[in-house]
């Protein structure tokens, strides 16, 4: 009799498992391009979440900085008719996916983790679609800074610059060391990163806003954009000969062996430091771009969700929205990526002393005006103004166009993307 009740008892429980796993295990296909070091740990992390909740994770990653053949390789399953479950997209491109009428209305997931209250407004409106939520922010990064290596500096005796004035006097003495000062990748995309830094840094918050993000024709061939050309020019006097073509990861690894200086690059590169074990005071320090220390250059990352049919499936999709925004994923995530939570009210010791810099400043720009969507990064202009803007840098960097003729060009195929 009495075993009689423990097999029941067992087939009861067995039966459950059965159930629960069931009606939870569902599997999502996440399309992204964190294939570097320290963007594989942090995107681990999710994995891991919605494996403990019993989902499954197929991995859909498509490697290339700042996600170009990743949008190219979205754009075609979709084309075919078999998108994946969730797709990393951000910016305006959002609103693109959306108008398609082919994404999940995150709404009841926002409602019951009250996201309206947790995501600042400037990032809610980017994941917002007709007032509908179908994006899911995961963090903020921030562009405009610079990796140094303070050894490289001591070995040259150089000091850190604030002004671009100092930034060329390191580079020179880094030079006159034996040094490479400036650790750079040759793709268009990192080239508009570092560019649209020094515009921030020569211009100015207003002129950062008339230009990258108002996209106006005066202010892009005005005689300041000559000026940011000029030194964008300069600048490529300090880089190295492999620098074409080369992956910005491998750029900060030359900072990190201490074979260059410096590296213009957003915060997913403290991502590598972390990912080696380094330290930022000790052994690597971060400096706003000069002219830059009262500019917030963001750009947040984000998964948009595509309208799935099968019950599991949308379960695993509504876990992996759910997941995103919750307290532990924010925290692992951004400790491991280099950028800073994107939901408010997280606790800043889990983080280095670069990330709480970052929280303040986001704080800080946000009311003084200088907290500003990166262009580069795809949280500014259309895919059009944004594509008309790469051309005219990466051919002036490429080239030996005149800073004119670029500013020139810069405002005429800005023009012709708009119409
Ligand atoms: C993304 C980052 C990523 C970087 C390099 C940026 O556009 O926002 O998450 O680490 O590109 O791929």
Same mark, same amino acid.
């Given at each position: 009799?009495?075993?009689?009740?423990?097999?029941?008892?067992?087939?009861?429980?067995?039966?459950?498992?059965?159930?629960?796993?069931?009606?939870?295990?569902?599997?999502?296909?996440?399309?992204?391009?964190?294939?570097?070091?320290?963007?594989?740990?942090?995107?681990?992390?999710? &994995? /891991?979440?919605?494996?403990?909740?019993?989902? @499954? +994770?197929?991995? =859909?990653?498509? $490697?290339?900085?700042?996600?170009?053949? #990743?949008?190219?390789?979205?754009?075609?399953?979709?084309?075919?008719?078999?998108?994946?479950?969730?797709?990393?997209?951000?910016?305006?491109?959002?609103?693109?996916?959306?108008?398609?009428?082919?994404?999940?209305?995150?709404?009841?997931?926002?409602?019951?983790?009250?996201?309206?209250?947790?995501?600042?407004?400037?990032?809610?409106?980017?994941?917002?679609?007709?007032?509908?939520?179908?994006?899911?922010?995961?963090?903020?990064?921030?562009?405009?800074?610079?990796?140094?290596?303070?050894?490289?500096? &001591? /070995?040259?005796?150089?000091?850190?610059?604030? @002004? +671009?004035?100092? =930034?060329?006097? $390191?580079?020179?003495?880094?030079?006159? #060391?034996?040094?490479?000062?400036?650790?750079?990748?040759?793709?268009?995309?990192?080239?508009?990163?570092?560019?649209?830094?020094?515009?921030?840094?020569?211009?100015?918050?207003?002129?950062?806003?008339?230009?990258?993000?108002?996209?106006?024709?005066?202010?892009?061939?005005?005689?300041?954009?000559?000026?940011?050309?000029?030194?964008?020019?300069?600048?490529?006097?300090?880089?190295?000969?492999?620098?074409?073509?080369?992956?910005?990861?491998?750029?900060?690894?030359?900072?990190?062996?201490?074979?260059?200086?410096?590296?213009?690059?957003?915060?997913?590169?403290?991502?590598?430091?972390?990912?080696?074990?380094?330290?930022?005071?000790?052994?690597?320090?971060?400096?706003?771009?000069?002219?830059?220390?009262?500019?917030?250059?963001?750009?947040?990352?984000?998964?948009?969700?595509?309208?799935?049919?099968?019950?599991?499936?949308?379960?695993?999709?509504?876990?992996?929205?759910?997941?995103?925004?919750?307290?532990?994923?924010?925290?692992?995530?951004?400790?491991?990526?280099?950028?800073?939570?994107?939901?408010?009210?997280?606790?800043?010791?889990?983080?280095?002393?670069?990330?709480?810099?970052?929280?303040?400043?986001?704080?800080?720009?946000?009311?003084?005006?200088?907290?500003?969507?990166?262009?580069?990064?795809?949280?500014?202009?259309?895919?059009?103004?944004?594509?008309?803007?790469?051309?005219?840098?990466?051919?002036?960097?490429?080239?030996?166009?005149?800073?004119?003729?670029?500013?020139?060009?810069?405002?005429?195929?800005?023009?012709?993307?708009?119409?």
């Amino acid at each position: 009799m009495r075993g009689k009740r423990i097999l029941t008892g067992v087939a009861t429980v067995l039966a459950i498992c059965v159930a629960t796993t069931v009606a939870w295990a569902g599997e999502v296909e996440v399309l992204h391009w964190w294939t570097s070091g320290g963007e594989a740990a942090a995107v681990q992390q999710l &994995q /891991k979440m919605l494996n403990t909740e019993g989902h @499954t +994770w197929k991995d =859909f990653a498509v $490697a290339g900085g700042a996600g170009a053949n #990743a949008m190219t390789a979205l754009k075609s399953r979709a084309v075919s008719g078999n998108p994946p479950t969730a797709a990393q997209v951000k910016g305006p491109q959002i609103q693109e996916w959306a108008d398609l009428g082919v994404l999940t209305n995150l709404d009841d997931v926002a409602k019951a983790e009250t996201w309206e209250k947790l995501v600042p407004e400037v990032v809610a409106d980017i994941m917002k679609a007709d007032g509908k939520w179908v994006a899911v922010p995961v963090n903020v990064h921030r562009i405009n800074w610079m990796w140094c290596n303070p050894m490289v500096f &001591q /070995k040259a005796g150089a000091i850190y610059p604030q @002004t +671009w004035d100092e =930034f060329f006097a $390191a580079c020179e003495k880094i030079q006159k #060391a034996g040094l490479i000062p400036v650790a750079f990748g040759g793709q268009p995309w990192q080239e508009a990163t570092a560019w649209e830094s020094i515009v921030s840094g020569v211009g100015g918050p207003e002129f950062y806003k008339q230009t990258m993000i108002q996209a106006d024709e005066k202010a892009l061939a005005s005689p300041k954009m000559v000026e940011v050309f000029e030194i964008f020019r300069k600048i490529k006097k300090y880089t190295d000969r492999n620098a074409p073509g080369r992956d910005w990861n491998l750029a900060t690894a030359m900072v990190i062996r201490g074979e260059a200086g410096m590296q213009f690059m957003g915060d997913w590169a403290k991502g590598e430091f972390t990912a080696a074990g380094k330290v930022p005071g000790q052994d690597y320090d971060a400096l706003t771009v000069p002219g830059t220390a009262d500019a917030f250059l963001f750009n947040v990352d984000s998964f948009i969700m595509f309208e799935v049919k099968d019950a599991d499936a949308k379960k695993a999709q509504k876990a992996m929205a759910r997941l995103i925004l919750s307290p532990d994923f924010q925290v692992v995530f951004n400790v491991n990526k280099g950028s800073i939570p994107v939901r408010s009210g997280i606790s800043e010791d889990p983080f280095d002393a670069v990330a709480v810099k970052s929280m303040a400043d986001f704080m800080a720009t946000a009311k003084s005006g200088g907290l500003m969507p990166s262009m580069a990064h795809e949280m500014a202009v259309s895919p059009a103004v944004r594509g008309a803007m790469f051309d005219v840098v990466t051919n002036f960097y490429n080239s030996d166009m005149s800073p004119q003729d670029a500013a020139r060009k810069l405002a005429a195929a800005v023009k012709e993307a708009k119409m």
